[in-house]
């Protein structure tokens, strides 16, 4: 199945951290870039990472599953193999979470893996594995 790429642009202080986290911990390739932005391939989507002067804070945060889940926040949803070797890699990587790697709502609807963490710049990021993906929307 083919689904659209979505775009997303977001602020960091930063372009070198950047990269460092973008490109080296997570692994992703980079694309066309700029002395103040650059552009990533977030697995087949665009995210773009803006220099922006200044703090950045949380919207808030949100009582999900017993943890107050960072608002906003943007990820992915990745094979559970994946899931694993990344929670591995940003563990190694020296990662300070948000949010651990856990799973949540086991045996019910929508059981999933997630993490929690921030890139250098604050942006809240998450990322999730679903032990059956069709249950992405699950009730």
Do not use: C
Not at 70 to 80: E, N
């Amino acid at each position: 199945m083919t689904r659209p790429a979505f775009h997303l642009a977001i602020p960091v202080d930063d372009l070198g951290r950047a990269r460092e986290f973008y490109g080296g911990v997570l692994g992703l390739s980079e694309g066309r870039s700029d002395t103040k932005w650059v552009d990533w391939n977030f697995h087949g989507h665009q995210v773009v990472t803006h220099v922006v002067e200044g703090a950045r804070n949380e919207a808030g945060r949100n009582p999900v599953d017993g943890h107050d889940v960072p608002v906003p926040h943007f990820g992915l949803v990745l094979t559970v193999d994946a899931f694993h070797e990344l929670a591995g890699r940003l563990k190694d990587a020296g990662t300070q979470f948000v949010i651990e790697p856990y799973q949540r709502f086991a045996g019910e609807p929508g059981e999933q893996w997630t993490m929690f963490l921030h890139d250098p710049a604050g942006n809240a990021l998450e990322f999730k594995a679903f032990r059956d993906e069709s249950q992405l929307f699950a009730k």
